[in-house]
């Protein structure tokens, strides 16, 4: 088969075998490979060519989306895998900006969990959650849970005089305020504790007052 290119824009190379086409890719990689050196293939060259191809757009898609916002090495499989590509160049693709540092899971899971704690006020559980959506393993989750230096009860009190106190005049509130701290991942335990500190820093107040 005869093999030929032609350069496309942006630094993009098409491929044609005997003058049909076949796959686009950059030209950086293009003339680094060997491929380019080749006027003609055969079946088995083919066979590898394409599947370099493959591998390098899985690369170069996988730079892509990192490049708009960081991914945990979960969610950039699962987007890849959206997009049709072979588990090996995933496994490619994801090993190769591993090893560039691109791909970070702790240091991914870390900022997150952060991020969650910060400006969601999300609870451990929530974050925990919220993580493994993103791909990060339970383990890595939890550990990236650990190293926050918060306290739930804390962060709950916060949360409830900011947004929910008003609320705290009547039972049914209580119980709104509750189900909606529990959604955002926080335990039950921590919840009633936070509510009887808030109670004891009341009784405290009406004290000073009186």
Known sequence: MKLTTKAGKNGKIHIY????YKATVDADWWYSEKYHNYKEI????LAELLSSVSFRRAYNKGLDLIDRRPHASGE?????????????????AIKRLSQYGLVDDEKFA???????????HFGNKRIIQELMKRGVSREIAQNSVDSLD???????????????????????GVQSVISALLRKGYSYDEIKKA???????EGENDEIQD
């Open 42 to 45: 055969d079946e088995s060259e």
């Open 150 to 172: 918060n306290d739930p009860v804390e962060s709950i009190i916060i949360i409830i005089r900011r947004k929910y106190y008003a609320k705290l005049n009547d039972p049914k």
């Open 76 to 92: 950039l499989a699962r987007k890849l895998r959206e997009r049709d590509f072979e588990k090996d160049a995933i496994d490619y």
């Open 110 to 120: 870390k900022l997150f969990a952060k991020e969650l704690a910060e400006k969601k």
């Open 195 to 201: 509510l009887k500190e808030i109670e004891a820093s």
């Open 17 to 20: 075998l005997d003058e049909e």
